[in-house]
């Protein structure tokens, strides 16, 4: 090991889009950053659908021109299908946003991801990669640099005055504390494959994410398409549905895409392009997202059901957040926990927006009957389905929802509530497929 440690300003720890996005954004104040990435780009991810709201992010980072200059295929809308096959008009974000930020995109990750890191190079951030972060150093109770093994091999310890954990779901400093709270309500699975061929719509269309219910509502389809000819299909339900007492993930998958006609006539021209893909989508969220000297962010801090695309919003936001926490913190010499985790009360009333919202979808709550009903609500539900999260005025939405309730409705647990149990959230990861390799 080398016995003189490197002085940074920053260390991060992962180069998906939180760390890529945290890192330039300090470095854009002239802080010296280094990032370590474990695995050599690109690499396969899940979470391909962006939303709006991902845009005032993407022009601080000056991604803007560099995604409307990439292949990637234009979003403007989402339409949902319901479990009788009834599609809801889409919903263009456009109508209720009339701005360039009402645009959107579909991505294949392995590129986006490696577009925002190489973004981040270009900013000034020193980049790591294929390098492990092989523990985070403390003094006493404050985190200050990391014990890190680099490309050539070679072992040293990096000294810093903020450690950023956007180390994924691995989430070092979470699991080191014993952060974890399990979401009680949302344990889900999901299993997916991408189809050549298979049926698009056109024009504004072409690049809409449809969400398809299963007729028997257990769970439901995310269909979106990508600029490679590929589709993106999979099936998200409840995990003890999916995986247990069931064949194969692949047997599985084909029985329900038979079960969903929804789904099933939009691939009857369409030949698979890949293997089966399988992985746990149990939400869960950290009591802390910072302590003195650290922050995590993007799914080192939570990850939150996939049903409405929020995934590379909240890691980009909660990346751009932490970052302006620690770039004044450390302006005025202030890395304290308060300090560096200042954002995390307005970032969790958005993220608790969303997953109301996911949760109502599962408890029967319908689009298309709540617009009809409450019409002059549709813009606001528009807002959340944006990623329009962080502020107050789509409240008002609630107590309208509340009166479609069924008699005997339940109350949503809060994340508080009793999760699953340890034991069988250890036990899913022996369950899953690897991810495969890249297309």
Known sequence: MNSNPLQVDVVVIGGGPAGSTASTLLAQQGLKVHLYERDKFPRFHIGESLIPETYWVFKRLNMLEKMRKSAFIKKYSVQFVNAEGKESAPFYFHDNKPHECSQTWQVIRSEFDAMMLENAREHGVVVHQPARVLEVLFEGDRAVGAKVQLENGETREIRSKVVVDASGQSAMLMNRFKLRLWDPVLNKGAIWTYWEGAYRDVGKDEGA???????????????????????????????????????????????????????????????????????KDYSYRSKECAGNGWVTIGDAFGFLDPLYSSGVLLALK?????????????????????????????FNKGIDRMRRLVCEYYDGFSFGAFIKKFPEYRGKIT??????????????VWEPMATLYKEGKQ???DWTATPPADVAANKLNELFLPEGQLR
């Open 209 to 279: 994410t449809v969400v398809i219910q299963t007729p028997d509502k257990q769970g439901w389809f995310w269909y979106i398409p990508q600029h490679d000819n590929t589709m993106s299909v999979g099936i998200v339900g409840p995990f003890d549905y999916l995986f247990k007492n069931r064949g194969t993930h692949e047997e599985t998958y084909n029985e329900e895409i038979e079960r969903c006609p929804g789904v099933k006539r939009r691939l009857v021209d369409a030949k698979r392009a890949t293997g089966y893909f399988a992985t």
């Open 318 to 346: 909660s990346g751009q957040l932490a970052a302006d926490a620690i770039a004044e913190g450390i302006g005025k010499g202030d890395t304290s926990a308060d300090q560096l985790g200042n954002w995390g009360p307005m």
């Open 411 to 413: 109350a949503i647990p």
């Open 383 to 396: 807002d959340l389905l944006i990623g329009d999260l962080f502020e107050d005025k789509v409240d008002v």
